[in-house]
């Protein structure tokens, strides 16, 4: 079994990770949804959210766009990071569950802090 999240909003694939509105998780057997649930957006903050979806077991990650230090902490915790996906969050997930669904690794650098 995986368990796949991805950030959502409004059941649509968000451009950027740590602010989206929730994760949509999908259970997964056999390649095939088996159970989805939404968890909202605990808030965001450095290093928080991979940790928290690690924590529940989730093994996949796919969002639009994610800062470096997030797929940072989600390759340690052995969690595939999925990017640059679009379109609607089950659809992506059940791409990804073919293998259709590829990672084209867009880092997001819109965030980074130039001022501090």
Known sequence: MKKIAVAS?????????????GFMI??????????????????????????FLADRGVNVIISGGMGGGAVEIFNERNIEVIMGARGDAKAAAEAYLEGSLKSTGSVCHEHQHHDE
């Open 26 to 51: 999908f259970n997964t057997e056999s390649n095939k949804i088996v159970k989805s649930e939404t968890i909202p957006n605990p808030g965001h903050r450095p290093g928080f959210l991979p940790n």
């Open 9 to 21: 909003e409004n059941g649509m694939v968000t451009g950027h990770f740590g602010h989206c509105e």
